[in-house]
T-cell receptor
Framework: AQSVSQHNHHVILSEAASLELGCNYS??????LFWYVQYPGQHLQLLLK????DPLVKGIKGFEAEFIKSKFSFNLRKPSVQWSDTAEYFC?????????????WGLGTSLAVNP | GAVVSQHPSWVICKSGTSVKIECRSL??????MFWYRQFPKQSLMLMAT?????????EQGVEKDKFLINHASLTLSTLTVTSAHPEDSSFYIC????????????FGPGTRLLVL
């Protein structure tokens, strides 16, 4: 079965530290990849997505992610985090099989940034 | 753009009653909407996929007679929790895919249901 794995469940950083959140998926075919963020008390928002083309994707708020097909990975990065980045981060994958538009979700990573 | 709303934002009901939750795409048409449950500090659990004008597709283990989904228009999908019980208490979230666009899902703010 297809699955998405986020290795870091809880991350605590100080402001200005660099961030990398891991995301790996298990599917050998064509995939569409997403990172969503859920700030405390708010709804899920799209951070960035990858469909094709340049494997280094830039999103909102200074986030980026790199798709490495050989490693089945789509890690999220930010060079310098801020207190306002405290949130839950979810990686999601769509495996293009037929007309399937469902997303397979990782369990999420809780990020706390200390001021 | 791509704003999704849900109503109500929270609801408390007695056990045995039914509750209807609305999901609306405010500034776009959505051929496909999804309904999720999210448990505290956990990921999203997909309940069903709702396509406009057709029956919803339920995920394994989700009772279709308990969670009735109606996608009557390109901007509205409803989830009705029938004969609610305390174990149905949860955070219900909908998402929508913009018609004619890529498959990015845009999420509503969620509905908190508490069944007493």
């Amino acid at each position: 079965a297809q699955s998405v794995s986020q290795h870091n469940h809880h991350v605590i950083l100080s402001e200005a530290a660099s961030l990398e959140l891991g995301c790996n998926y298990s599917y050998g075919g064509t995939v569409n990849l997403f990172w969503y963020v859920q700030y405390p008390g708010q709804h899920l928002q799209l951070l960035l997505k990858y469909f094709s083309g340049d494997p280094l994707v830039k999103g909102i708020k200074g986030f980026e992610a790199e798709f490495i097909k050989s490693k089945f990975s789509f890690n999220l990065r930010k060079p310098s985090v801020q207190w306002s980045d405290t949130a839950e981060y979810f990686c999601a994958v769509n495996a293009e099989a037929g007309n399937n538009r469902k997303l397979i979700w990782g369990l999420g990573t809780s990020l706390a940034v200390n001021p | 753009g791509a704003v999704v709303s849900q109503h109500p934002s929270w609801v408390i009901c007695k056990s045995g009653t039914s509750v209807k939750i609305e999901c609306r795409s405010l500034d776009f048409q959505a051929t496909t909407m999804f309904w999720y449950r999210q448990f505290p500090k956990q990921s999203l659990m997909l309940m069903a996929t709702s396509n406009e004008g057709s029956k919803a597709t339920y995920e394994q283990g989700v009772e279709k007679d308990k969670f009735l989904i109606n996608h009557a228009s390109l901007t509205l999908s409803t989830l009705t929790v029938t004969s609610a019980h305390p174990e149905d208490s949860s955070f219900y979230i909908c998402s929508a895919i913009r018609q004619g666009a890529d498959m990015t899902q845009y999420f509503g703010p969620g509905t908190r249901l508490l069944v007493l």
